[in-house]
């Protein structure tokens, strides 16, 4: 096979078995003061044995010009072959011999500018780990899968999915503002996140490649009339096994990086991944599990986590309830309940759990002038969160009440006391025109 200008020579340092079909090579620049090479791997055969002809998938500029020029410089070398299926070896083989660069990306010994990655690991199809988070987010930082130049127009007119909980206009406001200042320069932005392949995964009618990520950005860039940005493309390949779940869950850390053009997630975003993963696997949002699938993909801050669980927990539980919203007793509210389910021999009264004072309960009892032998008292709850608490300490509230019933006489009180709950929902639907 006839071999570019650039290259002086092509030797193969090793067998070559009839199933190989994937390859190990390194360039040697003869003309360069430390004779710098560049390593790296290939899934298929070689061009003389059926392959398509490859010279590699440098990002270094400099790299490249050189192999496409004219001057003859390069050898080529073939240190190893294996069948395809021990790709994973490989990645591995190459990743050892560039770990004999320091800092590579700084390092005139070699054209390579990253340590390339580990194989991917064998994960869990719907859950992250943080093994599959680490390898992940070395493939990106190491820009194996990142495109340059890609045009914002045509970007923008792809399939999109929002893995926020909400868009921020004030968001894409605040992106425009820096790009205009930097006269539509979108090199500071993150790269545009896009999934190679899984269109059908996500509802659309064909497998089409879907943007995931920094669609603020993109948004943004549109609107300043930028005409390029970066990608960053994963594979079909590296996640055709994953569920949508996993894939969304991904996506949603892309969101963790702080550059000051990244929208931070809100606990509206993590209670979004958290009823996701409720809904697709049982799992709940106050879990150990859904807590660290949480932490792999926001990296949130504790507090946030904690905010973003009690939300979850409310929206999970206005699914079961349908159109429903968690209902805030007014005072006016509970007087009325109380005035009106009271009679003659009932005492109603209500309190709310999270300010639940066991002397006021006592007090309407002593106070009530119809003497009244039974005493139910409705609580209302802020939220489930306050509700579940309050039926973990019910019982003992009651016990303490009686006790108090019980001071000071000989035979125990013909008192009965009560606890019910007043019902936390109603319709999140208000009609125009009731006054409501």
Known sequence: MKLPPSIIEKNILCDLPDNYGAYLYRFVDTKHPQNADYTGIKKDKLPEHGGKPYWSS????????????????????????????????????????????????????????????PPMP?????????????????????????????????????????????DSAEHIKDIKAELDNNGGNTSDMNPVLIFEGVGK?????????????????????????????????????????????????????????????????TKEDGAKQLVNLYNEKGIAPDSDIAREQLKLIYQMKSRTTTQSVKLAKKLIEGQRRGNQNWKDYTP???KEISEKRSTDTELHTTSPSGYYDIYKIFT????????????????????????????????????????????????????????????????DITKTGTGD
């Open 58 to 117: 440098s990002k270094n500029d400099e790299f490249k010009e050189l192999v496409q020029g004219d001057e003859p410089r390069f050898k080529l070398e073939i240190l190893e072959v294996v069948s395809s299926d021990q790709w994973d070896y490989l990645e591995l083989k190459e990743r050892q011999i560039l770990k004999k660069y320091p800092d590579i990306k700084n390092n005139p010994a070699t054209y390579n500018l990253s340590y390339g990655i």
């Open 364 to 427: 309407k009892i002593v106070d009530d002038v119809k003497q009244r032998k039974y005493c139910v008292v409705w609580m209302h709850h802020k939220d489930p969160d306050g509700q579940t608490t309050w039926h973990s300490r019910q019982k003992d509230e009651l016990e303490k009440l009686y006790k108090i019933m019980n001071i000071g006489h000989k035979e125990k009180t013909e008192m009965i006391i009560e606890f019910r709950t007043l019902d936390p929902w109603q319709s």
């Open 201 to 265: 995964k996500f509802g659309f009618d064909t497998n089409c490649d879907v943007i995931v990520g920094s669609r603020h950005g993109l948004t943004a860039a549109k609107q300043a009339k930028a005409i390029y940005m970066k990608t960053n493309r994963v594979p079909y390949e590296v996640i055709k096994e994953k569920s949508e779940l996993f894939l969304r869950n991904l996506a949603a850390h892309d969101n963790k990086d702080e550059s000051k053009l990244k929208k931070l997630p």
């Open 332 to 334: 006016n509210e509970c």
């Open 122 to 166: 064998n994960v869990d199809n719907d859950l992250l780990s943080e093994e599959y988070i680490e390898w992940f987010d070395e493939a990106i930082k190491s820009g194996k899968w990142t495109s340059e130049k890609e045009s914002v127009a045509e970007l923008y007119a792809m399939d999109k999915i929002q893995i926020s909980f909400a």
